[in-house]
């Protein structure tokens, strides 16, 4: 069992930064893939960003060039910095885990997610 635990969320001003952090209870070393996906009121669960452990990232069109993804495998964290923020990025963030390789599947697991809030 992996337990994910997200901090960093918050409320912020269009055009400025956070950074999401997620606590694994695992050694993240171990896992195939990390990502965060986010979900905004009323609408389905998006892919945000992505990390392998051979280090390989992916990031949604509508992220890239302003958030970024990385792991401190010392500290068991992913972290998403968040840059140049937009009042669409507004969404509960959610930080996902899979042993497997490939995509997310239906056992990947899921931390409790971080409520972001950007104001015009």
């Known amino acids: 069992q992996v337990q994910l635990v997200e901090s960093g969320g918050g409320l912020v001003q269009a055009g400025g930064s956070l950074r999401l952090s997620c606590l694994a209870s695992?050694?993240?070393?171990?896992?195939?893939?990390m990502g965060w996906f986010r979900q905004a009121p009323g609408k389905e669960r998006d892919f945000v960003a992505s990390?392998?452990?051979?280090?390989?990232?992916d990031y949604a069109d509508s992220v890239k060039g302003r958030f970024i993804i990385s792991r401190d495998s010392a500290k068991n964290i992913l972290y998403l910095q968040m840059n140049s923020l937009k009042p669409e990025d507004t969404a509960v963030y959610y930080c996902?885990?899979?042993?497997?390789?490939?995509?997310?599947?239906?056992?990947?697991?899921w931390g409790q997610g971080t409520q972001v809030t950007v104001s015009s």
């Open positions: 990390t392998t452990r051979s280090g390989y990232q």
């Open positions: 695992v050694r993240i070393g171990a896992i195939a893939q």
């Open positions: 996902a885990a899979d042993f497997s390789r490939g995509g997310f599947s239906d056992n990947a697991y």
